[in-house]
């Protein structure tokens, strides 16, 4: 038979354990190229710059 626990661990008690386990949003700050969205110390997917060099070439979006 599999062990099984003594006592019935509250919500509370399980909630105090969970704590930490919050998702947090992505930090984002503006491309200081383009102005858009992104997340700090990556190249820019829109304009493809990262410390005001190129370093991603950025294709032309096709339009549908």
């Known amino acids: 038979m599999t062990p099984l ?10 909630g105090k354990r969970r704590a930490h386990q919050a998702i947090t949003p ?12 992104k997340r ?12 005001g060099e190129q370093v991603i070439e950025i294709k032309a979006k096709k339009k549908k």
Request: glycine content about 6%; some cysteine.
């Open 26 to 37: 992505p930090a984002v700050v503006p491309c200081p190229q383009c102005g858009e969205k």
């Open 40 to 51: 700090p110390h990556r190249a820019c997917p829109t304009c493809g710059t990262y410390n």
């Open 5 to 14: 626990p003594k006592q019935k661990i509250t919500k509370a008690r399980a």
